[in-house]
């Protein structure tokens, strides 16, 4: 099993950035791909994905996030980071870190508030 737990939520003024962490551990040597979902507040809104980035270093981000978030990996220290610049108030979720090993693997989540 795959434990992971993030840090580097907060509130931020719109025009801001932020980064946030994901450390790994447990059976880290199953992990292939580590990412980022998020989940806005409000009914019905579902959790998406934000980025991901695969074992040999490749990324995939979501339309809304391109060419202001950036997603690296520490493969080394089995972490997962993702760079969020020029935030907007609809950045603001709940984001969860992502593993998929053996089976997927969801962190706690880490609030991310985006003020104007």
């Known amino acids: 099993q795959v434990q992971l737990v993030e840090s580097g939520g907060g509130l931020v003024q719109a025009g801001g950035s932020l980064r946030l962490s994901c450390a790994a551990s447990?059976?880290?040597?199953?992990?292939?791909?580590m990412g980022w979902y998020r989940q806005a507040p409000g009914p019905g809104k579902q959790r998406e994905l934000v980025?991901?980035?695969?074992?040999?270093?490749?990324?995939n981000y979501a339309d809304s996030v391109k060419d202001r978030f950036t997603i690296s990996r520490d493969a080394a220290k089995n972490t997962v980071h993702l760079q969020m610049n020029s935030l907007k108030l609809e950045d603001t979720a709940v984001y969860y870190c992502?593993?998929?090993?053996?089976?997927?693997?969801w962190g706690q989540g880490t609030q991310v508030t985006v003020s104007s």
């Open positions: 980025a991901t980035i695969s074992s040999g270093g490749t990324p």
């Open positions: 447990g059976s880290t040597f199953s992990i292939s791909v």
């Open positions: 992502y593993a998929l090993g053996a089976f997927n693997s």
